[in-house]
C-alpha cells in the first residue's frame, strides 16, 4: 500500500506538466530495454497509447528531457538523473523500483575469478573497458569500483581510472559491430579485454561473443546500483504505468531480466488456526 501511495503521489504533488498527444512516452535505461519492452506488452496499456520508447544512458536521456523531449516517466540506471528532473519539475517523488549488481565481463582465456579480478584490471597487458561516466551511471557505477579498489591496493583508483577506456555509452557511442550491441561490439572488435558492467546484461553479451565469461565482483569490489523512476507529468497512463512497475507481475518480469526486485510481499506467515483472533 505504501508503495502505491507513493506512485500516486507521483502523480498528484508538485505542478503539471502535461502535453497535447495522448500517448505514454517512457524514456528508460538502456540496461532496461528488454525488461521494459516486456512490460509495457503485459501493462494492458493498449500499444496505440503508446510511443516508441526510448532507451539509452541514463545521463544522456535526462539532457534531452530537459532540453525538451516529450517524456512522461524517466526510469533511470542510477538515482541522481530522476532526482535533478524531479527537484527542476516541483520536487516530484523519486522511487527505487529496481537494483542491479556489477560483474566483470571477461575472455575465458584469461583465467578471472573473483579472487585475481583485481590483479587482472591493474594488469598493464590488459584493455579494460567501461562505459562512460556522467553520461552512463554505468560508468559511475565502475568508477565506484576503482574506488573501493584503492583500500585493498593503494594507488589502485588512480590506475584503473588512467587505463579505462569508455568505449560505450556515451552521448555519440555506437555500436563497434554493425547489427550488435555495443558491449559484444567490444569485443567482437577486439577492442577490449575485460568490461566492467551490468550483470543483468550479461547473458545476451555472452550468448553473442563465443568464449567470454561474467564473473562476480568479490565482496570488497561490490557496487549496488539503485534504480531510480520518475513521474514527470500528470498522465494518467505514466502513474498506471508506474504502478504496474512496482507490482508483483512487473517486479517478476524484472527478476526473469536479471535485475533485483524490490517490491517483492514478504512470505505471509501461516499462524496456527487456534491463533486467529
Known amino acids: 500500500m505504501r508503495i502505491i501511495l507513493v506512485l500516486l ?5 508538485g505542478p503539471s506538466f ?18 521494459m519492452t516486456e512490460m509495457l506488452a503485459a501493462s494492458g496499456i493498449p500499444a496505440a497509447r503508446v510511443a516508441p520508447p526510448v532507451f539509452g544512458p541514463s545521463g544522456t536521456l535526462r539532457e534531452r528531457i530537459e532540453k525538451g523531449a516529450p517524456a ?13 528532473l524531479a527537484d527542476e519539475r516541483g520536487h516530484r517523488p523519486v522511487v527505487v523500483f529496481t537494483r542491479n549488481r556489477m ?14 579480478m583485481l590483479d587482472r584490471m591493474l594488469d598493464p597487458q590488459l584493455r579494460l573497458v567501461t562505459s562512460t561516466p556522467h553520461a552512463d551511471p554505468g560508468g ?27 568505449l560505450v555509452g556515451g552521448p555519440t557511442s555506437k555500436p563497434l559491430v554493425a547489427g550488435r550491441g555495443q558491449v559484444a561490439g567490444v569485443f567482437l572488435a577486439n577492442k577490449g579485454d ?50 504496474f512497475v512496482m507490482s508483483e507481475q512487473g517486479q517478476a518480469i524484472l527478476a526473469r ?3 533485483v526486485p524490490v517490491a517483492v510481499p514478504d512470505e505471509v506467515q501461516q499462524l496456527p488456526q487456534g491463533d486467529i483472533r
Not at 503521489?9 to 504533488?13: D, E, F, G, I, K
Not at 561474467?214 to 502513474?239: C, F, I, K, Q, R
Request: some cysteine; charged content about 15%; aromatic content about 6%.
Open 103 to 116: 560483474c566483470l565481463l571477461a575472455r575465458k582465456a584469461l583465467g578471472v575469478t573473483p579472487a585475481n
Open 140 to 166: 559511475d557505477y565502475a568508477w565506484a569500483v576503482f574506488a573501493r579498489a584503492e583500500a585493498l591496493h593503494p594507488g589502485a583508483r588512480a590506475a584503473l581510472e588512467a587505463k579505462a577506456l569508455t
Open 18 to 35: 502535461a502535453r497535447a498527444d495522448d500517448q505514454l512516452h517512457l524514456f528508460a535505461a538502456g540496461s532496461l530495454t528488454d525488461a
Open 257 to 259: 531480466n536479471g535485475f
Open 72 to 84: 512522461d516517466i524517466l526510469a533511470s540506471a542510477d538515482m541522481r538523473q530522476p532526482r535533478q
Open 9 to 13: 503521489a507521483m502523480l498528484l504533488l
Open 194 to 243: 575485460l568490461m566492467l558492467g551490468y550483470c543483468s546484461s550479461a547473458a545476451a553479451v555472452l550468448r553473442d561473443v563465443p568464449g567470454l565469461a561474467s564473473v562476480p565482483l568479490p565482496p570488497e569490489l561490490t557496487v549496488g546500483p539503485a534504480y531510480g523512476m520518475v513521474v514527470l507529468t500528470d498522465h494518467a497512463l505514466a502513474a498506471r504505468f508506474a504502478i
